[in-house]
T-cell receptor
Framework: DAGVTQSPTHLIKTRGQQVTLRCSPK?????VSWYQQALGQGPQFIFQ???????QRGNFPDRFSGHQFPNYSSELNVNALLLGDSALYLCASSLTGDEQYFGPGTRLTVT | GENVEQHPSTLSVQEGDSAVIKCTYSDSASNYFPWYKQELGKRPQLIID?????GEKKDQRIAVTLNKTAKHFSLHITETQPEDSAVYFC??????????FGAGTTVTVRA
């Protein structure tokens, strides 16, 4: 039984560029949440996808957008990258939203 | 929205002693309180959780207590071992299972 997977592991981008991060949920899970974790801080909620729709959103600008596919996998897109977007991006999967299990994360560096 | 505060930020204990981490939350509607352990460079790992209809839950050397009236919950680790050294995060849910995290506690177990 595969756990939550994310790709890529690491990514380096330049300011102003766009990035797409991917997440495959744990088998049997239908909900994907995305979090941003800055160094030395707790994860901050970006948004959650359920039934291919954004169910809830945190305090992140519209530059952050996402998508969920029929197989429950999900993408996080960030446009017009800023230096402050450098962080570990984590996705967490769950069944209906409860008991969230995290993937290994994507380390994004914006230069 | 939910605001979670966590104390202490760092905790050093002698191997075999107990460790206690405390969290408070602001939203009285929160009803799910997970704890995560994050080792350096790894994903947050769900170690235990508690729901609002339960006051205490134990799993081997770890236990969590919840006081809904006071809006605080705590993690207790007994008989600490070197492998317990990590950053621990508490969290509380919002509507639709959005999780708000505390700032984390760095636990160091001295041999």
């Amino acid at each position: 039984d595969a756990g939550v997977t994310q790709s890529p592991t690491h990514l380096i981008k330049t300011r102003g560029q766009q990035v797409t991060l991917r997440c495959s949920p744990k088998s049997g899970h239908d909900t994907v949440s995305w979090y941003q974790q800055a160094l030395g801080q707790g994860p901050q909620f970006i948004f959650q996808y359920y039934e291919e729709e954004e169910r809830q959103r945190g305090n992140f600008p519209d530059r952050f957008s996402g998508h969920q596919f029929p197989n429950y996998s999900s993408e996080l897109n960030v446009n017009a990258l800023l230096l402050g977007d450098s962080a570990l991006y984590l996705c967490a999967s769950s069944l209906t939203g409860d008991e969230q299990y995290f993937g290994p994360g994507t380390r994004l560096t914006v230069t | 929205g939910e605001n979670v505060e966590q104390h202490p930020s760092t905790l050093s204990v002698q191997e075999g002693d107990s460790a206690v981490i405390k969290c408070t939350y602001s939203d009285s509607a929160s009803n799910y309180f997970p704890w995560y352990k994050q080792e350096l460079g790894k994903r947050p790992q769900l170690i235990i959780d508690i729901r609002s209809n339960v006051g205490e839950k134990k799993d081997q050397r770890i236990a969590v207590t919840l006081n809904k009236t006071a809006k605080h919950f705590s993690l207790h680790i007994t008989e600490t071992q070197p492998e317990d050294s990590a950053v621990y995060f508490c969290a509380a849910n919002d509507i639709d299972y959005k999780l708000s995290f505390g700032a984390g506690t760095t636990v160091t177990v001295r041999a």
